[in-house]
């Protein structure tokens, strides 16, 4: 299914591009924070294990109070973060997100036990499930179609760059403090929350959201020009049109009305599919995977690292890919690259094949990873829906991508333990599982999936939204 549509870009010179790359980049660094309080916890669950001996009270305890309490959080924020974010602005809710994971990181790193624990890190992910919403809506509403692509995918650039960073502080501070070391790996989340609280003061609100919830030309106008668009009336009609567009039969349609129904599904498939490539159970368990592939505990730390790397390497792939080679293309890429990696991954455990085997297909999922879905949710999501309801849109596609991740975060320990684990002798069939739901998404990407590269949000619409 393939868009066709002159460049929206093409009739806007702009001045410059700096300060739209600046703005873009501070909204952005949610997906730091977010990407760092994803993965922080795989350093402290094994210590907290110790600490609290939550897998003795049962393997379900510690999977829901301490290693999906944050995504049950996510679940939450993703599922309500449209409507605060549609009603008060993007700017605002990502300020209230920088204090959120303020919070949530200085809470963790001090609770006393693992309910306090748990309830820090419910909040922490109140923030993530919130920024998933607002920050790729806003990068989304700010960029022209010729850099929507890059823009947006900087989130997840810094989704991966948070998740490096996490791999590397657990590691190096893996001893620091004595028993206490996972504190010290959860509180140090505070200082880039706090600098990211500060610097989104200085942005300025989505001209889309001025001109779709408050009709206020005049703000618009001056944000197009400071991001550098020369010609601003001639896109806030655009932007105007679209609007019209949205409400040319009738102003009060629901966001589940049948004039959403491609957008609905297209934004919830990506999303489930997205999980279902146990993105989420691999960077979560992957000092556990890893030791349970014959490396200690200090190796599969560092082994992580390497993980968290090539992600960070293939996501400048992704990111430089993205308005080249279009949404599409790149989702393909991956999903063969996810197909051949798990697979060989669940021969690696089945025929214990040895960390080394292992570790390189593990490498080669996150790569596929990195270049395909990593890249291309978050862009797709936010670009699909109309300017009306964009926020309740990326939020429909967000809380299903952590519906998902928390229910695949809750159950692994079911699998994964080492004494009450249904798979603890030897966990290949997960990985199998996952080969054939990515053997799904590539039939699903083929076949359903529409080209969204170089097409403006307006132009989208009209083609997406059905009449």
Known sequence: MQIQTSDFSGNVSLKSSSNLLTISLIAALA???????????SGANQPIKDLWHTTEISPWFHGFFIMSMALWGTVVGAIFGGIPTDKYGRKKILLWIGILFSVSALGSALAPDPYTFSFFRFI?????????????????????PATRGRLVAMYQFNIVFGILIAFLSNYFLKGAGGENDWRWMLGVMAIPSLL???????????????LARKNDTAGAKKVFERIGVANADEVIESVKEGIRH?????????????????????A?????????????????Y???????????????????????????????VGLYLIDRLGRKTLMIIGSLGYILSLALVAYAFKSAAGPAFLLTFLLLFIASH??????VIWVFIAEIFP??????????????????????????????????????????????????????QLIWVLTKMPETKGVSLEELEKKLVKE
Not at 31 to 41: L, P
Not at 125 to 144: D, K, W
């Open 124 to 144: 922490g992910g109140l923030g993530i499930g919130v920024s998933s919403v607002a920050a790729p809506a806003y990068v989304s509403e700010i960029s022209t």
């Open 387 to 440: 300017n009306k309801i964009r926020a309740r849109g990326q939020s429909f596609g967000a809380s299903t991508h952590w519906v998902f991740a928390a229910i695949i975060t809750l159950i692994t320990p079911v699998f994964l333990d080492k004494t009450n684990g249904i798979l603890k002798e030897n966990p290949w069939p997960i990985f199998a599982f996952l080969a054939f739901m990515m053997c799904l």
């Open 246 to 266: 949205e409400s040319s039969n009738g102003q009060n349609i629901g966001f589940f009305h049948r004039r959403h129904k491609t957008i609905l599904w297209l």
């Open 196 to 210: 990211y609280t500060l610097m989104v003061m200085g942005i300025p609100e989505s001209p889309r959201w001025l």
């Open 370 to 375: 990195a270049i395909g879905q990593g890249a």
């Open 268 to 284: 919830f498939m990506i999303a489930f599919f997205n999980q279902w490539s146990g993105i989420n159970f691999i960077l979560y």
């Open 286 to 316: 992957a000092p556990e995977i890893l030791e349970r592939a014959g490396l200690a505990s200090v190796d599969s730390l560092k082994n992580s690292i390497y993980i968290g790397g090539t992600n960070l390497i293939f996501t400048f």
């Open 31 to 41: 997906g730091f924070i977010f990407g760092f309080d994803t993965v922080v916890i």
